[in-house]
């Protein structure tokens, strides 16, 4: 009995520590804490009526503190709070005594009674005489840090390869993944679905594997391959496609926050953020196997002789929002991105919303507040560089003209007295940082320089000797274009370096420079890591050291490995329960619409157990004991028959089992944002195909770029082909996204999106009739129709439904074409203003009124529900 009341006062006494929140000494002084008693103090006699008096009123699970727990005879040597909560021996040093004394901020109890000077005391000398307490056996224990338990969780135990079930009709399976499917469905008494016919499903892999739907040459060698094995040639083909690589990097850019901008109010473009990007295409294309695109994205500039290429890929860390307003501090934003790098991290490989526990113990999964902060610790001592990336072929035109670019730069700076007047400038930014508050004229000129020159004061106190040529030039330019700050307008004007800023950025376009790549490094100096008291950036804690999730299998580094190494091998590892299981099920949720575990950012104790658990298992465990290749995957999945099924709801599978859990169809799926303005520039033949290379803007609505704050987005349009490059290219403005992308549940790209929402609102349906992009498309769709070989009307019509829809219509749908296109030459013939300006561009053998009619019959066909659903 007595041990049954310890438990629950034990429990009550962390309450009181995680959530007591009354100021002490409110008339300003603090008060003394009382001596302890001067007595044999035993617990049963002394210290349990404390606890039964003043803790009775606190009840409820939370037991553990900034990582540390106290139940099960467990004590406070170390914790989240600055200071240990109990230190057996030493209770002038305990937490503890200052909470109940009234000392500390904090007061405990909460909301009841607090303790008298003599109930102080004993607490006091029962600390002092060891804070022992009974445990179940009966012995005495001192208070000591246990070990964070193992879960029984679903999620959190290990992955093995579960035997595939038996099932009756084996005319059902084509590989394994139907052998789960088929079984279950047997056991439920429901049959699968037939496969769909071969234009749907040639249509909806070809969405599914590159993005796009198939040509009309290729939809018709696929349709008159009659031989076995073709659909699998088809498959192998898309797989092969390097529009593969942009269209699975879109999902991949999605959980790594990828922008082209910094976010917040000023919202600068980050001219080289799509060098990450094109990584992660090449990566996707060359079947990089997961462990290894793990590792590099990590820790990739920690490897031992780091490639370019693996430095490139850190930039995943990079993609961090950057606030540059004036005035903010900056290390509050760099433990910002550090927290951002560390919830993106359990979001992206293990499943799990670890970022709950910044601020406490997390509230329903096994996961402390210090167990974040070892996470954290990983990401803690990054600074960010910016490296030379150079593409294919820009190496020699960037060599042969670096001579003539250093000599023309050096003559303007020279002419134009910059390298006169730098060194005192430097020096009085160092006097600035050394004497804030001195003189805020350079105070604000210093504040400037840290917001718009990512690491400012590194380069600063660099000798100027070891500065890279880099670091100098980024530093000059700052100085030319940020020197009015500190000086008066008349010798402002007189220097006219707004001139030299303007010859400067000629210089640099009249010259070919190399591609570069934002990346992160490990900083020279060791950082330390402390948990922070409720999230608080200033509010530092006990210090902790890098280390995995405790409920997860421990994380053993090699001798001589940097920690993000470990770290990435540990995520890899086959004793990792999360990382395979969490990627799978990603891959899988992109083909079925829902993942096999419907939550795909929550694999904790929140999500529901998954009904094809077993299904979910075995490609994990497959996954991982091939090598991590993520084409295999993709193959298994789209080579089942669960895959192949047709995606028609039958009557009684709407009642008993609306949401498709069991897998009995397929389902349609509006298709993502991107994926439909693509799919309308390929088939009216405007799609321009180049893989990789820098953002585009393409045109949009006028007025949204000012919709940024203070007008600091500029939005200048690309012309020529580049503005019918695929969507994964769009220039991505966090402030002010491109509309289309936003009206069709494109994510915001602030934090990792696990899954895209799929809307179905008015505005997207007026967006697909109006929007510039889509009225070209069917204009170029009408002239790409009248330019083919066919000249009746039935046969014209056929074509541009194949080339939409990849299937020939049906009568009825062939005759509401008909008569509509009817109307429209009805229409036209009286209103030939109208049909010029619909159609402007005059096509050979052509009238403009049945070329303006064709304009709107394509515009129906881009408009259909069937055009932006994958079937």
């Not at 109010?265 to 980050?270: A, G, H, Q, V, Y």
């Not at 919709?707 to 503005?723: D, I, L, P």
């Not at 619909?838 to 259909?864: D, F, H, K, R, Y």
Request: a negative charge; hydrophobic letters at 35%; charged letters at 25%.
């Amino acid at each position: 009995m007595v041990n049954r009341r310890l438990e629950t006062y034990r429990r009550a006494m962390v309450r009181c520590l995680a959530v007591g929140v009354t100021i002490a000494a409110l008339s300003g002084q603090s008060p003394e804490i009382p001596p302890a008693a001067d007595k044999k103090v035993t617990f049963s006699a002394d210290i349990e009526p404390i606890f039964q008096s003043h803790c009775q009123m606190c009840h409820g699970p939370q037991q553990q503190l900034g990582g540390l727990r106290l139940d099960n005879g467990t004590a406070a040597l170390a914790g989240g709070y600055s200071g240990a909560v109990i230190r057996p021996g030493d209770s002038a040093g305990s937490r503890l005594i200052l909470l109940v004394s009234g000392v500390d901020k904090i007061v405990m109890p909460m909301g009841g009674a607090r303790l008298t000077p003599q109930e102080v005391g004993l607490l006091r000398a029962w600390i002092d005489q060891g804070a022992k307490w009974p445990s179940s056996d009966g012995q005495q224990h001192t208070a000591h840090v246990s070990q964070a338990p193992k879960s029984d969780h679903w999620a959190f135990q290990p992955i093995s390869r579960p035997a595939p079930p038996a099932v009756r009709e084996a005319t059902r399976v084509n590989n394994v993944v139907d052998r789960f499917v088929v079984a279950k469905l047997e056991s439920e008494g429901i049959d699968p679905s037939p496969e769909a016919d071969k234009a749907t499903l040639a249509r909806r892999v070809s969405l599914d594997l590159v993005g796009l739907p198939p040509t009309p040459e290729d939809l018709a060698e696929f349709l008159a391959d009659k031989t076995p094995g073709a659909y699998e040639r088809f498959v192998d083909r898309l797989l092969e496609s390097p529009h593969f690589g942009e269209k699975w990097a879109m999902h991949w850019l999605d959980l790594a926050r990828y922008a082209d901008s910094d976010g917040y109010d000023i919202d600068l473009p980050r001219p080289f953020a799509w060098r990450y990007r094109q990584w992660v295409i090449d990566a996707l294309n060359n079947d990089k196997p997961f462990d290894r695109f793990t590792l590099e994205q990590i820790a990739g500039d920690v490897l031992p002789g780091a490639t370019i290429d693996q430095r490139i890929a850190t930039g995943f860390h990079r993609n961090t929002l950057k606030n540059r307003e004036g005035g903010v501090k900056l290390e509050q934003f760099r433990f910002e991105e550090t927290v951002d790098r560390t919830n993106t991290l359990g979001s992206v490989w293990l499943g799990l919303t670890v970022g709950c526990a910044q601020c406490h113990d997390h509230k329903y999964d096994p996961f402390s507040q210090k167990d974040y902060y070892q996470l954290f610790a990983f990401f803690n001592n990054l600074v960010e560089a910016d490296i030379n990336a150079p593409l294919a072929g820009e190496m020699g035109p960037y060599l042969a003209g670096l001579p003539e670019y250093r000599r023309k730069r050096h003559q303007l700076l020279e002419e134009n007295h910059v390298l006169e007047l730098q060194p005192a400038w430097e020096e009085q930014m160092r006097l600035a940082i050394k004497n804030p508050g001195k003189r805020t004229d350079w105070d604000h000129a210093f504040d400037a320089l840290e917001k718009y020159l990512d690491g400012s004061e590194r380069i600063l106190w660099k000798p100027v000797a070891e500065r890279t040529e880099k670091e100098t030039e980024r530093l000059t330019d700052h100085f030319v274009a940020h020197y009015e700050r500190v000086v008066d307008k008349e010798r402002w004007k007189e220097l006219d370096w707004v001139t030299l800023k303007e010859k400067l950025l000629a210089l640099k376009r009249e010259y070919s420079l190399v591609s570069e790549a934002r990346v992160v490094e490990e900083n020279s100096e060791e950082r330390q890591t402390h948990i922070h008291i409720r999230g608080d950036w200033r509010n530092e804690g006990i210090v902790v050291q890098r280390d995995t999730p405790g409920v997860l299998p421990r994380m053993e580094a090699a001798k001589g490995e940097h920690p993000r190494q470990a770290l990435a091998r540990w995520l890899v590892s086959r004793d990792n329960p999360l990382t395979a299981r969490v990627f799978v099920n990603r891959i899988w949720q992109e083909y079925f619409g829902k993942g096999i575990v419907t939550t795909p950012e929550d694999f904790g104790k929140r999500s529901e157990k998954p009904l094809y658990l077993n299904l979910l298992d075995w490609l994990a465990a497959d996954f991982m004991e091939s090598g991590w290749k993520v084409k295999r995957l993709h193959k298994t999945i789209v080579m089942s028959a669960t895959y192949r099924q047709s995606s028609i709801v039958r009557p009684e599978l709407e009642v008993r089992d609306p949401d498709n859990r069991l897998l009995a169809h397929q389902v349609r799926l509006r298709l993502p944002a991107e994926l439909i303005r693509d799919s309308a520039l390929r088939v009216s033949g405007l799609l321009y195909p180049e893989i990789g290379g820098p953002s585009v803007r393409p045109p949009q609505p006028e007025g949204v770029a000012r919709q940024g704050y203070e007008s600091h987005v500029t939005w200048a349009e690309s012309t020529g082909k580049e503005k019918y490059r695929r969507g994964l290219y769009i220039h991505f403005q966090r402030s002010v996204p491109y509309p289309m992308l936003m009206t069709f549940d494109s994510p915001e790209r602030t934090v990792p999106e696990c899954g895209r929402k799929r809307s179905n609102t008015p505005l997207q349906a007026l967006n697909l009739l109006n929007d510039p992009v889509f009225a070209e498309a069917a204009r170029g769709l009408a002239a790409h129709v009248l330019q083919v070989s066919h000249v009746e009307l039935p046969d014209r019509l056929r074509y541009a439904f194949r080339l939409c829809l990849s299937r020939d219509p049906n009568s009825q749908e062939l005759s509401h074409l008909s008569e509509y296109y009817q109307r429209q030459v009805q229409i036209f013939e009286t209103e030939p203003q109208s049909a010029t300006k619909l159609m402007p561009l005059e096509l050979a053998n052509t009238s403009q009124v049945e070329s303006a009619a064709w304009v709107g019959i394509s515009s129906v066909l881009l408009n259909l529900d069937e055009f932006v659903t994958r079937e």
